[in-house]
C-alpha cells in the first residue's frame, strides 16, 4: 500500500504529517505502508490545495498511489469541511475502486496534533489551544522556545517536536484530537477493512 499526503505547503508540513500518519497507520496495523510527501508541484497555501484541478493533476501525475490525503489547516473557518466534502467526493468520480482519496482539516493547524502529544504546561487549556486560531504563534512556538529549541532552526523544532509527539500518538494525539485526527483514522479504517 503506498500513500500520499497533499499538504498546503510541505516545507514544514512534511516533518508534522509524514510521523504522525505513519503512527496512525502503525496505529492501525499497517506499519510497513510507504508514505511520501507530494512536493512536485508545491502547493502554495490552502487556496492551491483546495483547487479540484491541482487535485485532480497530482491524482493523475502519481497513479501508483493507493491512497491520497489532503492535509490542510482550517484556520478556524468552520465551512472549510464542506469544501473538503466536494474534493473528496470528485476524486470518487475519477479513481478506480479499490482507489482512495480524503481530505481533512487540522483544528485550527497541524501544528496542534504535535502538541496533543506532549505534557504541555499546567496553565494552558486543551480547549483553547484546539480554538485558537493562530496556535502555531501562541503556543507552538512558545512551547518549542520552553523546551529550549532554537526558534531560528524550524526545521529542527519541528522535526524534534514531532518525534517526541509520535510515540503517544495512540495514548495522546488520536484522543485530543477527535474533530480531526480521529475522524481521518476512522476513514482510513474503514477503507482499509473494505480493502482487505
Same mark, same amino acid.
Given at each position: 500500500?503506498?500513500?500520499?499526503?497533499?499538504?498546503? @505547503?510541505?516545507?514544514? #508540513? /512534511?516533518?508534522?504529517?509524514?510521523?504522525?500518519?505513519? !503512527?496512525?497507520?502503525?496505529?492501525?496495523?499497517?506499519?510497513?505502508?510507504?508514505? !511520501?510527501?507530494?512536493? #512536485?508541484?508545491?502547493?502554495?497555501?490552502? @487556496?492551491?490545495?483546495?483547487?479540484?484541478? /491541482?487535485? /485532480?493533476?497530482?491524482?493523475? /501525475?502519481?497513479?501508483?498511489?493507493?491512497?491520497?490525503?489532503?492535509?490542510? #489547516?482550517?484556520?478556524?473557518?468552520?465551512?472549510?469541511?464542506?469544501?473538503?466534502?466536494?474534493?473528496?467526493?470528485?476524486?470518487?468520480?475519477?479513481?478506480?475502486?479499490?482507489?482512495?482519496?480524503?481530505?481533512?482539516?487540522? *483544528?485550527? =493547524?497541524? =501544528?496542534? *496534533?504535535?502538541?496533543?502529544?506532549? #505534557?504541555?504546561?499546567?496553565?494552558?487549556? *486543551?480547549?483553547?489551544?484546539?480554538? =485558537?486560531? @493562530?496556535?502555531?504563534?501562541?503556543?507552538?512556538?512558545?512551547?518549542?522556545?520552553?523546551?529550549?529549541?532554537?526558534?531560528?532552526?524550524?526545521?529542527?523544532?519541528?522535526?524534534?517536536?514531532?518525534?517526541?509527539?509520535?510515540?503517544?500518538?495512540?495514548?495522546?494525539?488520536?484522543?485530543?484530537?477527535?474533530?480531526?485526527?480521529?475522524?481521518?483514522?476512522?476513514?482510513?479504517?474503514? *477503507?482499509?477493512? =473494505?480493502?482487505?
Amino acid at each position: 500500500m503506498r500513500v500520499m499526503i497533499i499538504p498546503e @505547503d510541505f516545507t514544514y #508540513d /512534511q516533518y508534522v504529517l509524514k510521523p504522525l500518519i505513519q !503512527a496512525m497507520l502503525n496505529y492501525l496495523g499497517k506499519p510497513r505502508v510507504k508514505v !511520501a510527501v507530494c512536493q #512536485d508541484p508545491q502547493l502554495g497555501g490552502v @487556496d492551491q490545495a483546495t483547487n479540484w484541478e /491541482q487535485i /485532480q493533476d497530482i491524482i493523475e /501525475q502519481y497513479g501508483m498511489i493507493d491512497l491520497f490525503l489532503l492535509c490542510i #489547516d482550517r484556520d478556524g473557518k468552520s465551512g472549510r469541511r464542506n469544501k473538503l466534502d466536494e474534493l473528496e467526493k470528485q476524486a470518487r468520480k475519477i479513481l478506480p475502486s479499490q482507489k482512495q482519496f480524503f481530505a481533512e482539516n487540522a *483544528w485550527q =493547524e497541524t =501544528e496542534v *496534533w504535535v502538541l496533543a502529544g506532549h #505534557d504541555l504546561p499546567k496553565e494552558w487549556n *486543551w480547549r483553547e489551544i484546539r480554538n =485558537e486560531r @493562530d496556535p502555531k504563534e501562541h503556543y507552538f512556538t512558545p512551547f518549542a522556545i520552553q523546551k529550549g529549541l532554537p526558534e531560528h532552526e524550524p526545521e529542527l523544532v519541528y522535526k524534534t517536536l514531532t518525534k517526541e509527539a509520535v510515540g503517544r500518538y495512540g495514548s495522546r494525539v488520536r484522543n485530543l484530537c477527535p474533530e480531526d485526527i480521529l475522524v481521518l483514522e476512522d476513514k482510513i479504517r474503514g *477503507w482499509i477493512e =473494505e480493502n482487505a
